[in-house]
Structures are given as structure tokens and as C-alpha cells.
């Protein structure tokens, strides 16, 4: 054993604040042994040389080269920091992207309208204008006029139609049967009025052909 691995050994001893006594009690030695290694004259067997390994928290390799071994590594950890620290920021910067790539879909979320009281309460419109037409026109009147309620889907869909500038959403059919049933009940057309059913597939033709375009 050379002086230079002696002198380490002290090094290390110093550095964690133990004695020859006590580093020898802990190793289960004398403290002639612990003074022989220090001076070079003697060198640790392989089962002390485990135990200062697990003591100072050093690896073997790292003992036996007088702390070569660990001033190599230091170069190496630094560059596995500065490598964690690239990859920290390569993530940061693509989380960045993403945000900002979303950010335009959250922009075209458009609040809820207040609509006021008559838009909600339209249903409650058209049953009064149901029961006042029953009791104006009678049995005919009660017979026909349910054809009021027809107007509710219209209206809803209608409006909001128009807000979205989506026609698709107009529930058309609807229209097409009140018109039907109206010219039916109150001038007899039951045909030729049928055919504007065949305007129905046809309405939503035109309606798909401009979402494509």
C-alpha cells in the first residue's frame, strides 16, 4: 500500500469526523491497524474495505484510486444534469405549443344568450292561443287548433337557426306538416299539398351540400 492511498484513507477518516478509536470500534479492530493503514505500511483486506465503502458512502474502486475514480464521475453527472435539464426543457417547450395551439378553440366558445322571458315562455303562448282559439271558433276550434303547438319546435329551432347560420337545424318536416295539415282542415288540399313532403329530402340535401363546401 503507498502513502498517497494511506493519506487518503486519513483523508477520509478526518472528513467524517471519526478517530482512529472510533473508526477502528466500528470496523471491530485495534487502532494499531486503522495507524498502519495510514502510514502505508499496511493495506485493507477486502471485507474492510467493503465496510469503509459503506461507511464513507464511496464505492471500492473509488478507495483503491485514491479518489480518481469519483473526480471521473463528476464530469459525467454534470453532463446527465445537463441532459435532464435539455429534456426538462424540450418538454416545457412542447407543453407550451400545445397551449398555444388550443388557445383559438376555447376563443370560439361563444357564452349563452340571455334570451329574455318570451323565449322561454313561448310554449306557455301557445297553449293560451290554443284554448282562446276553442273558445272563439268552437268544436272546430278545438279540433284544429292544436296545430299552434307545431309552431313550438319552429320557433326554437328557428332562432337558433338563424343564430348559428345553420339551416340543418330548422326542423323543416315540421313546417312541411303544419303547412300540410293547415291547408288540409281549412281548404280541403290534402292533395295536391302532399307533394311538399317530397321537398323534405331535398331541404337537406341543399343543407349538406353547403357544410361540404
Known sequence: MSIKQGDYLKEL???????????????????QSISKWEQGYALPDTDNLLKLSELYGISVDTLLKCGEAEQKEAPEEENKTETDTDRTEKRTETKTEIIVIERPEFKEKKPHKNRGWFFVSYPVFAAI???LIGCIFGARGWI???LVFL??????TGIIAAERRKPIIFCYPVLVT?????CGFFASLWHPMWIMFLTIPIFYIVCAMKKIK
Open 13 to 31: 477518516r478526518v472528513k467524517n469526523k471519526l478517530s482512529q478509536e472510533k473508526l477502528a470500534e466500528k470496523l471491530g479492530l485495534s487502532r
Open 178 to 182: 303544419l303547412i300540410y295539415l293547415a
Open 129 to 131: 292561443a290554443y284554448v
Open 151 to 156: 309552431t313550438i319546435p319552429l320557433f326554437y
Open 144 to 146: 284544429t287548433g292544436w
